[in-house]
């Protein structure tokens, strides 16, 4: 089964493809399986704009191609499916002078927001193998597959809340949509949920052990597929059921069963209703929001814990950044009630003001560049950041009828 990198390279170029892009003949001899890797492993395949744009020539062919009944998406190497973006190039576009100041950073975000939600809308099959760590912009796109799957390995985390970001890529869509407290805390703990936590949570769909990858795709290719995108769902639905039922290996306890109590009393005084008409009450609930993450840091030092996911979760609210915070609660507020357009409409004006604003490129110095792990946040607790901070982060950058993906 020879594989082929999604772009040629040219002759001059030794480095490897991004993406590797394989098409499996079925035993029918008609049909074939898309495979699609994500081939960076030396950075935990992280996503800059060469890969969306590789990613989106991929998966726009297949679509198209009606001898393509199913495809499966994976990362290369042992650690991860993708741990994120590609922060680095974000860093440097936003320390850029002159003409080349944050002209990656928009091309890249604004990308990786209309390309991802091609993953959405993709209609066939899609399998997508969580092995390892599933972060950020990796997990905006794997989470947007129809069948998600997380090996023994997974760790699947929106940890934007330490670099100064927030989560992104329709983080708001989803991390609103999941069962009262679980979306609060992993937005503003940044903690990583293994496999049983997130196929109890509804994040992913199966539990599989990693060795079964090559036996999956040689069952996939034994499959009696159809035209009826229907029918192959209910085909490739089964076939991992089937395989979820005989998994032996054994998988790491649930971290947030373990402490679902204190993670209630936790967030016990927040209220989980949104407004019915959301467009005119950023005010009033930033306000109301501000309050409720005081409350909220001043219950974390309260609850006495000695399990190490919950403290390495409050941790990572103390030292993250306070107006991300703010920023997660609209999310949670406003998201609930968008529907998947328009969350990728409405992020892609966070995304671009967050590059504007210095909390992002500071955290990404402290974290990534550094490597201090002491960022310099812009307010120093939840309580000092000012409503018009978080409007400001709100504002969009275009006129009515101008936002660039109003025909998305």
């Known amino acids: 089964m020879p594989k082929t990198p999604a772009r040629k390279k040219s002759a001059a170029s030794i480095k490897e493809p991004l993406v590797l892009a394989e098409e499996v003949l079925s035993h029918d001899g008609v049909h074939k399986i898309g495979i699609m890797t994500l081939n960076s492993a030396n950075t935990m395949n992280a996503v800059d704009l060469e890969m969306v744009n590789l990613i989106d020539e991929v998966i726009a062919k297949w679509q198209a191609d009606d001898n393509i009944v199913a495809m499966v998406m994976r990362g290369a190497g042992d650690k991860a499916f993708s741990a994120g973006g590609d922060i680095r190039k974000l860093y440097q576009s936003m320390q850029a002078q002159g003409d080349e100041h944050l002209t990656y950073a928009d091309s890249f975000f604004t990308g990786e927001y209309s390309k991802n939600y091609r993953v959405h809308r993709f209609g066939k099959p899609l399998i997508a193998w969580g092995n390892g760590f599933v972060m950020g912009g990796g997990l905006g796109l794997f989470i947007g597959a129809s069948h998600k799957v997380g090996t023994e390995t997974l760790k699947l985390a929106w940890p934007e809340i330490r670099i100064g970001l927030f989560p992104d890529v329709a983080g708001s869509y989803y991390l609103s949509r999941l069962a009262f407290p679980l979306g609060h805390w992993m937005a503003l703990t940044g903690s990583q949920m293994n496999a049983i936590d997130c196929k109890q949570?509804?994040?992913?769909?199966?539990?599989?052990?990693?060795?079964d990858f090559s036996n999956l795709i040689e069952q996939l290719r034994q499959q009696s597929?159809?035209?009826?995108?229907?029918?192959?769902?209910?085909?490739?639905?089964e076939l991992l059921k089937s395989f979820e039922a005989q998994t032996e290996i054994p998988f790491p306890k649930s971290n947030y069963d373990d402490n679902k109590a204190d993670i209630a009393a936790l967030f016990s005084l927040a209220n989980t209703e949104s407004p019915a008409d959301h467009k005119q009450t950023h005010v009033v609930s930033i306000a109301d929001n501000k309050q409720l993450l005081e409350k909220i840091a001043a219950t974390f030092s309260q609850i006495n814990s000695d399990n190490e996911w919950f403290i390495q979760g409050r941790n990572n609210f103390y030292n993250g950044?306070?107006?991300?915070?703010?920023l997660i609660m609209q999310q949670l507020l406003i998201g609930k009630n968008m529907t998947l357009k328009e969350v990728v409409q409405w992020e892609l004006i966070l995304a671009l003001q967050s590059v504007?604003?210095?909390?992002?490129?500071?955290?990404?110095?402290?974290?990534?560049?550094?490597?201090?792990?002491?960022?310099?946040?812009?307010?120093?607790?939840?309580?000092?950041?000012?409503?018009?901070?978080?409007?400001?982060?709100?504002?969009?950058?275009?006129?009515?009828?101008?936002?660039p993906f109003r025909e998305l």
């Open 356 to 403: 504007r604003h210095p909390d992002f490129v500071e955290g990404i110095r402290a974290m990534v560049v550094d490597k201090d792990f002491k960022p310099k946040w812009q307010h120093e607790s939840v309580a000092e950041v000012p409503i018009e901070w978080i409007e400001g982060l709100l504002k969009s950058l275009w006129q009515e009828g101008e936002h």
């Open 201 to 211: 949570a509804g994040l992913i769909n199966y539990c599989l052990a990693n060795s």
């Open 321 to 326: 950044c306070p107006a991300t915070a703010h």
């Open 225 to 237: 597929w159809q035209s009826n995108k229907a029918m192959n769902n209910q085909y490739v639905r």
